[in-house]
């Protein structure tokens, strides 16, 4: 019944929010994947240690098609090594093929696998807000000088010496 009632609540709130935006990307980790490339490819113009910063954030992206590659069983790294092949190529709606045998992708949005803009939306924004802000702390941690007491300076000496 438990998870009846989570079906229902999640069909509920989908359609809430698809009558508040109507836009819809591609699953599978097709749009995860495709930002990845762009935000990479964007990171690689740009100069010192901006770019690996950049880097890591469009690597961080590669998470949700890691997991559905690991979830299913097959090579992960030929999974990826495929998804970014393919959107190499400009096809931008390639996603992970869950039901295929072995490492394979095809189009998501042909597949009918579709996720809620707002989602995707919401997620990398919250996720990113919250990376920023645990840089933010560790920054203000690190740049604060060490506690405990200052030393006195001893200036009990001559003059004369």
């Given at each position: 019944?438990?998870?009846?009632e989570?079906?229902?609540?999640?069909?509920?709130?989908?359609?809430?929010?698809?009558?508040?935006?109507?836009?819809?990307?591609?699953?599978?980790?097709?749009?995860?994947?495709?930002?990845?490339?762009?935000?990479?490819?964007?990171?690689?113009?740009?100069?010192?240690?901006?770019?690996?910063?950049?880097k890591?954030?469009?690597?961080?992206?590669?998470?949700?098609?890691?997991?559905l590659?690991?979830?299913?069983?097959?090579?992960?790294?030929?999974v990826?090594a495929?998804?970014?092949?393919?959107?190499?190529?400009?096809?931008?709606?390639?996603?992970?093929?869950?039901?295929?045998?072995?490492?394979?992708?095809?189009?998501?949005?042909?597949a009918?696998?579709?996720?809620?803009?707002?989602?995707?939306?919401?997620?990398?924004?919250?996720?990113?807000?919250?990376?920023?802000?645990?840089?933010?702390?560790?920054?203000?941690?690190?740049?604060?000088?060490?506690?405990?007491?200052?030393?006195?300076?001893?200036?009990?000496?001559?003059?004369?010496?």
């Amino acid at each position: 019944m438990d998870d009846i009632e989570r079906a229902i609540d999640d069909g509920v709130n989908t359609f809430k929010a698809l009558t508040k935006d109507v836009r819809l990307v591609a699953g599978a980790g097709a749009t995860e994947i495709e930002l990845a490339k762009q935000i990479t490819t964007f990171g690689e113009s740009l100069a010192g240690l901006e770019q690996y910063a950049v880097k890591k954030f469009a690597e961080s992206l590669e998470v949700i098609p890691r997991s559905l590659a690991e979830n299913t069983g097959v090579k992960t790294t030929e999974v990826m090594a495929k998804l970014y092949a393919a959107h190499q190529e400009g096809k931008k709606t390639f996603g992970i093929d869950i039901e295929g045998i072995g490492a394979t992708v095809k189009s998501a949005k042909e597949a009918g696998i579709i996720d809620l803009f707002m989602t995707k939306h919401w997620g990398i924004k919250f996720s990113t807000t919250s990376a920023c802000s645990v840089l933010n702390v560790d920054q203000i941690i690190m740049s604060k000088p060490a506690g405990g007491p200052k030393v006195k300076e001893n200036k009990n000496y001559d003059e004369d010496d």
